[in-house]
């Protein structure tokens, strides 16, 4: 199995403790410039572009200014992100198929009787704002760094928080998510839910990965499923890589995990997901690739991991 993490131990924590992540809002002004490009606009999620922008502009960050973020706008910008690819081969393009692949999912998992949908470090995604309108029995909640969690919470309310979407201030290295859940009164088990780990798992070692995907099945109901992004091996481990992963190392959000798409069933059978998605091979998806997984039966048969603790996801 072609899967793993750094085996030095010299990687750094993976973000920044007091500021948003630097990754969630560079992935928001690349979606947002990818808007602007060709006819990428009526290929996204409808209302991602109007809602991104907005988002951003009412969290009044530091770095990302309204003037800053309308560069989304200008022809050089997406030039920028281009060549940015030198550095994350394809990410330009891919983080738009990897937006409409985690809606369509959401879609999918909604019209199969989802009623509850988790978004795990949301950043500055709009899943939820785009969907909870249209899905009023549907609850989703957002789950994020409390550095990120403030600043989106803050753009949030001034947008006009929707009833059915739940935020939620949570440091994942220090509460689980069973935990962090339990603490909102809308959440239920019993419920069937859609669990999204979107450009979130290779920033964790290997072994919170897994303890991620044995935490989310505790508090789940058979038929869940989760979706998520992971890095392949061959960037993350080739030379090639090299210059592009210490770009994202020096701000704090090191790449730490990594598997191939056909390694996946391997490499989650100690928990109790099943990947229903098929092996991805698609270029497009950048240094990336897709997956799907279900609890096709109650979880309490599979043995669980070692808690979250000192070496969580920092
Ligand atoms: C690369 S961003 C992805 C954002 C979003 N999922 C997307 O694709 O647009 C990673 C997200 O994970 C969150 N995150 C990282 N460590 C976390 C932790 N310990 N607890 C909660 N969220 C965390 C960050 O705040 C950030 O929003």
Redesign the pocket.
């Known amino acids: 199995m072609s899967a793993g993490g750094p085996s030095d131990g010299s990687y750094s924590r993976?973000?920044q403790k007091h500021n948003?992540?630097e990754?969630?809002l560079?992935?928001?002004h690349s979606?947002l410039t990818l808007s602007h490009t060709g006819d990428w606009n009526d290929r996204l999620p409808p209302r991602l572009r109007q809602l991104t922008e907005e988002l951003m502009i009412a969290a009044k960050l530091r770095r990302y200014t309204p003037r800053v973020i309308q560069t989304a706008r200008k022809s050089w910008m997406a030039r920028m992100y281009r060549w940015n690819d030198l550095l994350l081969p394809g990410m330009f393009h891919a983080?738009g198929y990897?937006?409409c692949y985690i809606n369509d999912t959401a879609l999918k998992a909604i019209a199969a009787g989802a009623t509850q949908v988790v978004?795990?470090?949301?950043?500055?995604?709009t899943l939820a704002m785009r969907l909870a309108p249209e899905f009023a029995q549907v609850h989703f909640f957002e789950?994020?760094?409390p550095?990120?969690?403030k600043a989106k919470h803050a753009a949030i309310t001034e947008l006009g928080q929707p009833d059915n979407v739940h935020l939620l201030s949570?440091?994942?290295?220090r509460t689980k998510i069973p935990q962090a859940m339990a603490m909102d009164k809308h959440w239920q088990s019993a419920a069937k839910t859609l669990f999204?780990?979107?450009?979130?798992l290779m920033?964790?070692r290997h072994t919170d990965v897994l303890d991620l995907f044995q935490q989310a099945s505790s508090c789940a109901t058979k038929g869940s499923q989760i979706v998520f992004?992971h890095c392949l091996p061959a960037w993350a481990t080739g030379t090639a890589g090299t210059v592009g992963r210490f770009m994202v190392r020096t701000v704090g959000?090191p790449i730490q995990s990594w598997v191939n798409s056909a390694d996946l069933p391997e490499y989650l059978d100690s928990t109790p997901w099943t990947v229903v998605s098929g092996v991805d091979s698609d270029n497009r998806h950048g240094i990336e690739r897709y997956a799907v997984a279900e609890l096709l039966e109650a979880s309490s048969h599979r043995p669980t991991h070692p808690p979250l603790g000192r070496e969580?996801?920092a």
């Open positions: 993976p973000m948003p992540s990754t969630a560079k992935v928001a979606v983080l990897r937006k978004i795990l470090g949301a950043g500055f995604d789950v994020d760094h550095a990120t969690a949570v440091d994942l290295e999204i780990a979107e450009g979130l920033y964790l992004s959000e969580g996801w």
